[in-house]
């Protein structure tokens, strides 16, 4: 996938893991970027962030038979929560199903607070 770095030169990303998920709640193909927790928040671990969540939007929009039949997720995990979910011996695709970044609603679809 194409991306900009944060110098705004073009860029080609691809995840660390493709993971796929055929059972229960987590059912899904996780695209899943792993980052030492220090990088979490760098210019280009967030572009990247950006692209791979539309990437995902444009995927999920397609019928589900060309998409093996299973919603796509963008996963950005952190060192912290992993090391956090390996001490609770959680299953892999219960951290995916929990971190899994959902796109942010446009303000016009956020309830009003009075």
Not at 54 to 78: D, F, K, M, T
Not at 96 to 106: K, N, T
């Amino acid at each position: 996938m194409r991306y900009l770095k944060d110098d705004g030169l073009p860029a080609f990303y691809s995840p660390d893991f493709l993971v796929r998920v055929t059972q229960g709640k987590a059912a899904g193909i996780y695209w899943v970027e792993t980052k030492a927790q220090q990088q979490m928040n760098h210019p280009n671990v967030q572009r990247k962030r950006k692209a791979a969540l539309a990437w995902c939007e444009q995927i999920n929009q397609l019928p589900p038979e060309l998409r093996s039949g299973l919603p796509w997720h963008y996963v950005l995990l952190g060192e912290d929560t992993v090391t956090h979910w390996q001490a609770q011996h959680a299953r892999l695709a219960d951290l995916l199903d929990f971190a899994r970044l959902r796109p942010v609603a446009d303000a016009s679809q956020q309830p009003r607070l009075l």
